[in-house]
């Protein structure tokens, strides 16, 4: 199970942090990552890690405002969010998955979903 928390409201332009924290098993493994659905839109690609932490990639949406990262022994995937728009308005899940060579930004290369937390940037 993957249990995301953090989420909130924010003003435009201010910082909020993400985690998820996995259970019943070890995700270490695991590449991680985080999908951000709004109101009315598509699920979009947020960020992904290796199993590793050795590589992560962002959405273009995010690119240079976003930082994911993980702790393995905590089992913990995080998610920094810096310079918010109000366009950062939307639920955010938490994702992972145990298969290799898959497109990061596919969310159907997950196999498991965290509950989601919502995320709400007034301006």
């Known amino acids: 199970q993957l249990q995301a928390c953090g989420g909130g409201l924010v003003q435009a332009g201010g910082s909020l942090g993400l985690s998820c924290a996995a259970s019943g098993r070890t995700f270490s493994g695991y590449a991680m990552g985080w999908f951000r659905q709004a109101p009315g839109k598509e699920r979009q690609f947020v960020a992904a890690i290796s199993w590793s932490g050795g590589s992560d990639h962002y959405g273009d949406s995010v690119k240079g405002r976003f930082t994911i990262s993980r702790d393995n022994a905590k089992n913990t995937v995080y998610l920094h969010m810096n310079s918010l728009k109000p366009e950062d308005t939307a639920v955010y899940y938490c994702?992972?998955?145990?298969?290799?060579?898959?497109?990061?930004?596919?969310?159907?290369?997950?196999?498991?979903w965290g509950q989601g937390t919502q995320v709400t940037v007034s301006s």
């Open positions: 994702v992972a998955t145990a298969r290799r060579g898959v497109q990061t930004g596919s969310s159907s290369s997950y196999d498991y």
